[in-house]
């Protein structure tokens, strides 16, 4: 039987390491902050956003509710805090209400 080596790496690492250098780390952070949006929102509220998606570090939202437009705008620096926080870095800037 075969020893392992010593250059053994956690798969989260060689993950993280592969998204980096191959230049996917943007678009997979992009795709987080959406995936992360989705959670906080809930199936129910989704059901009221079109059209979303992160573009030059804005997540842009297409909404058919002007009530959940307004309640949006009002939560959105404590919504960019808290997707900023779910991707562990300081990453949104904006949210953009279409």
């Known amino acids: 039987m075969k020893k392992r080596s010593s250059k053994e790496e956690k798969l989260g690492d060689v ?25 906080m929102m809930g199936p129910f509220l989704m059901k009221k956003v079109k059209k979303i998606f992160v573009k030059e570090n804005k997540l842009y939202l297409k909404l058919e509710s002007a009530a959940f437009k307004q309640e949006i705008s009002m939560q959105k620096s404590k919504l ?19």
């Open 80 to 98: 960019i805090m808290d997707l900023n926080s779910s991707v562990n870095k300081d990453y949104l800037v904006d949210i953009v209400l279409i």
């Open 15 to 39: 993950v993280n390491q592969f998204i980096q250098t191959s230049g996917l780390s943007k678009k997979f952070t992009n795709h987080q902050v959406q995936v992360n949006f989705e959670k």
